[in-house]
């Protein structure tokens, strides 16, 4: 069965320091991952997915198949960035699927 | 005009109440999934249509929960005979196919007492 680790439950940065949120996950095919965030009062809402291999927000995940992790980072984080953040994967056949961890919730403190 | 939509934002009901918890999508999407987040965990498969049809109900945690979108466009999540465990926040997504970015509604909060 899939599934979808996120280690840290709580995490707690200063302004412009890095930050580095964990994802594991297990699963035996070739997944997608996603990042996914929700500010306060707001809706879950796509941050990024690995297929893309973008960079938003200043942030960036790469996937790596070796540790089976994905990693989410940002080298300077902002206020702005406080936020929940849940790592996600659909497995190859049924796409659709969401997976999804506990979720991390990262403050940001000035 | 507006993302995902889904009415009423807050339910609280009696224990033993049936309950309907509507999902309007993003217009053009034929996709829409039904996912349920109990305190403290992410969300967690229900439901996905394509279309009018329910391609994948696997989800479902028993019978007593049901989903229909009969037109291929608003979709409802029936629940039957509630138990104080289905307390949870049901939260709706939409995409353009399968293999697409969902889209989050705000989400629906149940409260069974």
């Known amino acids: 069965a899939q599934r979808v680790t996120q280690p840290e439950k709580l995490l707690s940065v200063f302004k412009g320091a890095p930050v580095e949120l964990k994802c594991n996950y297990s699963?035996?095919?070739?997944?997608?991952l996603f990042w996914y965030v929700q500010y306060s009062r707001q809706r879950l809402q796509l941050l990024l997915r690995?297929?893309s291999r973008e960079s938003i927000k200043g942030f960036t995940a790469d996937l790596n198949k070796g540790e089976t992790s994905f990693h989410l980072k940002k080298p300077f984080a902002q206020e702005e960035d406080s936020a929940m953040y849940y790592c996600?994967?659909?497995?190859?056949?049924?796409?659709?699927?969401?997976?999804f961890g506990k979720g991390t919730l990262l403050t940001v403190n000035p | 005009g507006a993302g995902v939509s889904q009415t009423p934002s807050n339910k609280v009901t009696e224990k033993g109440k049936y309950v309907e918890l509507r999902c309007d999508p993003i217009?053009?999407?034929?996709?829409l999934y039904w996912y349920r987040q109990s305190l403290g965990q992410g969300p967690e498969f229900l439901i996905y249509?394509?279309?009018?049809?329910?391609?994948?109900d696997s989800g479902l945690p028993n019978d007593r929960f049901f989903a229909v979108r009969p037109e291929g466009s608003v979709s409802t999540l029936k629940i039957q005979r509630t138990e104080r465990g289905d307390s949870a926040v049901y939260l709706c997504?939409?995409?353009?196919?399968?293999?697409?970015?969902?889209?989050f509604g705000d989400g629906t909060r149940l409260s069974i007492l």
């Open positions: 997504a939409s995409s353009f196919g399968a293999n697409q970015p969902q889209h």
């Open positions: 699963y035996s095919g070739s997944p997608e």
């Open positions: 690995h297929i």
């Open positions: 996600a994967l659909t497995s190859g056949g049924s796409n659709y699927k969401l997976t």
């Open positions: 217009s053009g999407h034929t996709a």
């Open positions: 249509f394509q279309g009018t049809g329910a391609a994948d």
